[in-house]
C-alpha cells in the first residue's frame, strides 16, 4: 500500500520536469513557424546581419594584419632611421652589431662609406662602399639593371656613367694616390643623388680607401612610438653619432595607418547602421502583419513579459545566425582583400568571434527595441473587433 503515493510523487516529479521542457519546444516551433510563415522579411533580415556580421569580421581580421602589412610595404621605400657620425669622422667598428642588438636582428642596418675619387681625366666622382646584399633589400624602389657580383663590379649611377664609362667599359679611378680597375655591372637609376654616384662593395671600398662607413641606414620595424624608443636607446649607446628619423617617411607612414584605420571603423559602422536600419524596418514590418497573432496570444493569457521576449528572441535568432554565416563569409573577404591588395593571406582570426556574435545579437535587439514599444500598445479587444 505504501508504493501508491510513492508513485504519485515519481509522476508529479516528472510532470514537473517535463514542463519546462515542453515549453521550451513550443517556443522553438513557434519561432521557425514565424520564420516560415514570412520567409521574405526574415530573409531580409537576415542578408542585412550576414552583410554587418560579414563587414565587421573583416575589419577584425585585417585590422592587425593592415598595419603590419602596411609597415612592410613602407620598408621597400628604404630606410627611415639614419645613422651618421659627427664631425666628418667614421662610426665605431662594432656599431652594425651595437644597432642590430637594440632594433632586432630582422630589422635592416646597411652600412655606407663615402670618398671623393677622380678619373684619369681629372674629374671628380662620390664613390661608395656599402654591402650589395642589404643595399638591395633595403632600396626596392632603385631601379637597376644589374647588381653587382664580382668584388671588382660596381652599381654606376646614370649621370655618373657619363663621368666614367660612357660607353659602359671597364674604367680607372685614383683615390689618394692609389688607383683601382672597376668594371661597370649594372646602371642605377632613381631620380636623386645615387645617379650621380659610383656603388662598391664595401670590403673593397674599405681595402682600397681605408675609409671605415661614416653612414648606417635603418629600416627599423613597429609604430612610431616603437620606432621612437629605439632611437633613443641607439643614442645611448652612439653618443658620437646623430641619429635622426627619416620624417617624410614616418610621417607618411602614420598618415597612411590612421587613415585606413579610420577607414576601416567608417565603412564598418556606415554597414552595420544600414543593417540595423533594415533589420529595424523588418520587425516593424513584423509587428503590422502581427497584431492580430499577438493580440490573440494577450486574449489567451500570454503576459506582457512573454509577448516581448517571443519577439526579442526571434531578433536574437536573426542576430546570432547572421553572424555565424557572416563571421565565415568575413574571414574569406579578409582573405581576398590580402590576396589582392598586399599578395599576402591574412590568417583567420577566430577570437574574434565571440565579439561578432555579441554585436550582431546587440545590433538585432537594439533594432526591436521601438517594435517592442509598438507591441506592447497592441489591445487584444480592439484587435480582434477587427478596428
Request: charge should be positive; include cysteine; aromatic fraction near 8%.
Amino acid at each position: 500500500m505504501s508504493t501508491a503515493p510513492e508513485t504519485l510523487l515519481t509522476s508529479k516529479q516528472v510532470a514537473d520536469r517535463r514542463a519546462p521542457a515542453a515549453h521550451v519546444s513550443m517556443f522553438a516551433r513557434m519561432l521557425v513557424r514565424a520564420a516560415v510563415l514570412r520567409r521574405r522579411r526574415a530573409a531580409s533580415a537576415l542578408l542585412a546581419m550576414i552583410v554587418a556580421a560579414a563587414v565587421a569580421t573583416a575589419m577584425m581580421n585585417l585590422y592587425v594584419d593592415v598595419q603590419a602589412k602596411l609597415r612592410t610595404e613602407f620598408r621597400n621605400y628604404g630606410a627611415n632611421v639614419v645613422i651618421v657620425a659627427k664631425d666628418g669622422e667614421t662610426l665605431p667598428a662594432d656599431a652594425l652589431t651595437k644597432i642590430e642588438s637594440v632594433v632586432g636582428p630582422k630589422t635592416l642596418a646597411v652600412p655606407f662609406s663615402y670618398a671623393v675619387a677622380r678619373t684619369k681625366d681629372g674629374q671628380s666622382v662620390v664613390i661608395v662602399g656599402t654591402d650589395f646584399a642589404r643595399a638591395r633589400q633595403l632600396n626596392h624602389w632603385w631601379k637597376v639593371s644589374h647588381w653587382p657580383v664580382a668584388p671588382d663590379d660596381v652599381l654606376v649611377g646614370m649621370r655618373a656613367a657619363n663621368v666614367v664609362s660612357a660607353n659602359r667599359q671597364p674604367f680607372e679611378l685614383t683615390f689618394q694616390g692609389k688607383s683601382i680597375q672597376l668594371t661597370p655591372a649594372g646602371m642605377l637609376q632613381t631620380g636623386a643623388g645615387e645617379d650621380s654616384r659610383i656603388y662598391l662593395d664595401q670590403s673593397e671600398f674599405q681595402n682600397w680607401t681605408g675609409i671605415a662607413p661614416s653612414t648606417i641606414e635603418v629600416a627599423a620595424n613597429g609604430t612610431s612610438a616603437e620606432v621612437e624608443e629605439s632611437i633613443r636607446q641607439l643614442a645611448q649607446i652612439l653618443p658620437s653619432a646623430s641619429i635622426r628619423p627619416v620624417r617624410q617617411i614616418m610621417e607618411g607612414e602614420a598618415n597612411v595607418l590612421n587613415k585606413t584605420r579610420a577607414t576601416l571603423y567608417a565603412s564598418a559602422t556606415l554597414v552595420v547602421l544600414t543593417s540595423a536600419l533594415c533589420v529595424l524596418a523588418t520587425l516593424m514590418g513584423w509587428v503590422f502583419d502581427r497584431r492580430r497573432d499577438f493580440a490573440i496570444m494577450k486574449a489567451l493569457g500570454a503576459s506582457e513579459r512573454l509577448v516581448n521576449g517571443f519577439f526579442a528572441a526571434e531578433a536574437a535568432a536573426l542576430g546570432v545566425i547572421g553572424a555565424i554565416f557572416g563571421f565565415f563569409i568575413g574571414i574569406g573577404v579578409a582573405a581576398w582583400i590580402g590576396r589582392v591588395n598586399f599578395h599576402a593571406p591574412v590568417v583567420p582570426r577566430f577570437s574574434v568571434f565571440p565579439y561578432v556574435l555579441a554585436g550582431s545579437v546587440a545590433v538585432a535587439l537594439i533594432s526591436a527595441i521601438l517594435p517592442i514599444v509598438l507591441l506592447r500598445r497592441v489591445q487584444p479587444a480592439i484587435i480582434l473587433r477587427g478596428e
